[in-house]
Each structure stands twice: as structure tokens, then as C-alpha cells.
């Protein structure tokens, strides 16, 4: 696994050598996720959680059962599994109120994004926010690092930002929210997650006209 410790993410550095480790899944164990809304295959074995598959023409999520308070960012590998071609998701700081995602967002790397990777407030179901990435390959790991910073919501892949966005609307951080993964029309394998309570060191943002970066 690629480990990816400090990430720029525009106005923050985000350090996650120092920040707490609230969950580290090196094994899983299906009585400790839940499927929620429309439901495909789901497998939970010990080293992976595989949803959805070839004979599976629908979507779905599942989520760990446990709830987290405040700003989380998750750190896992993931791939789409041949024939399939897209897509996948992941969700944080989800919650659900009359409807499922009522709260939290959503991002994704393919799927009606193409090529590109996008990140979706709920309960809205539209891109937040939307940045070309690259062709996603079917049979390649993608080590993905996405959460939340306070205002600051963002997807890494493979150590390098791929997208942002910043929003006003900062949840309630004594309000849980819960993670977990997605597939849509996909056959999709996540593995290797961690999840922390982030440590993020402000960066200042300076302007400064007649210079330039090499």
C-alpha cells in the first residue's frame, strides 16, 4: 500500500502520521457492517469488502456500523474488477434520516463521472464539486485519501490532490456520521482502510504579483 502522510489540501496540510487512528480494518468482519438502501452482493471477507458484480445491474451501499463524531478522512485501496469498467464510491459523514444519505458526502472515481473523479453533498445528489483525473483502468488499485478538513472536503489519489471543494456549511461536529463504501452498476473491491480523526497544519495562501514558480 502506498502510504500518502502529508497532503496539501489548498488552505491546510494534512499530516497523517499525526493524526489519531480510529480505525485500522487489516481484517474485516461482516457483523460489524450494514447494507443499506438497494442492495447487491455484497461480500465481506477478511482481507477485502466486494460489492455488486456482473450479474448485479444496480447499486448499493454499505456502511460500518458505528458511527463517528466530527471531521474523519479515510485512507483505503480500491478497484474495479474486470468485466466491469466503473466505478467507485465511498461515503463519510453520511447520515440518514427518513431517506438514506440524508447528510455527508460522496465521492467517486468513474462512473457517470467518466474520467474523472467527483465529490457529492447529500442529501442534494449532485457534484459538489468535479476535476478530471484519469481513465479508470479495471484490475488497477487506486490508493485513495478523502474527507473532510472543517470547511475543506477532497479527494487524493495516489499521493496528488485530484479534487476540492471548500463549503460554508460545516457539519455539526457532535452529530455522528457514518462511512462506507458504494458500488453503481460495478463490481468493485475496497481494502487496506484506516480511518483518523484528522491533524491538518493551516497553509497560508500568499499572492504575491511579479513572481513566478518553477
Given at each position: 500500500m502506498n502510504n500518502s502522510n502529508e497532503?496539501?489540501?489548498?488552505?491546510?496540510?494534512?499530516?497523517?502520521?499525526?493524526?489519531?487512528?480510529?480505525?485500522?480494518?487489516?481484517?474485516?468482519?461482516?457483523?460489524?457492517?450494514?447494507?443499506?438502501?438497494?442492495?447487491?452482493?455484497?461480500?465481506?471477507?477478511?482481507?477485502?469488502?466486494?460489492?455488486?458484480?456482473?450479474?448485479?445491474?444496480?447499486?448499493?451501499?454499505?456502511?460500518?456500523?458505528?458511527?463517528?463524531?466530527?471531521?474523519?478522512?479515510?485512507?483505503?485501496?480500491?478497484?474495479?474488477?474486470?468485466?466491469?469498467?466503473?466505478?467507485?464510491?465511498?461515503?463519510?459523514?453520511?447520515?440518514?434520516?427518513?431517506?438514506?444519505?440524508?447528510?455527508?458526502?460522496?465521492?467517486?472515481?468513474?462512473?457517470?463521472?467518466a474520467d474523472m473523479a467527483g465529490i457529492e453533498k447529500l442529501p442534494d445528489y449532485v457534484p459538489s464539486a468535479i476535476a478530471p483525473s484519469f481513465p479508470t483502468e479495471p484490475g488497477r488499485t487506486y490508493h485513495i485519501v478523502s474527507g473532510s478538513l472543517g470547511h475543506e472536503h477532497f479527494i487524493a489519489v495516489d499521493g496528488k490532490l485530484v479534487t476540492y471543494f471548500s463549503d460554508r456549511a460545516v457539519p455539526d461536529p457532535n452529530e455522528p456520521g457514518y462511512f462506507g463504501f458504494g458500488i453503481f452498476e460495478s463490481h468493485a473491491e475496497y481494502s487496506h482502510l484506516k480511518v483518523y480523526r484528522p491533524h491538518a497544519v493551516p497553509r497560508p495562501l500568499v499572492y504575491a504579483p511579479g513572481t513566478s514558480r518553477k
Open positions: 497532503i496539501i489540501v489548498i488552505g491546510n496540510t494534512l499530516r497523517l502520521s499525526e493524526s489519531e487512528l480510529l480505525y485500522s480494518f487489516d481484517t474485516f468482519d461482516p457483523a460489524d457492517w450494514t447494507i443499506v438502501k438497494h442492495a447487491p452482493k455484497w461480500t465481506v471477507a477478511r482481507d477485502w469488502i466486494s460489492g455488486g458484480g456482473p450479474d448485479e445491474p444496480t447499486h448499493g451501499q454499505i456502511f460500518f456500523k458505528t458511527p463517528v463524531k466530527g471531521d474523519v478522512v479515510l485512507e483505503f485501496d480500491a478497484r474495479i474488477l474486470p468485466p466491469s469498467y466503473h466505478d467507485i464510491v465511498w461515503f463519510w459523514n453520511t447520515r440518514f434520516g427518513t431517506e438514506p444519505w440524508s447528510a455527508g458526502y460522496l465521492g467517486c472515481l468513474g462512473g457517470w463521472y
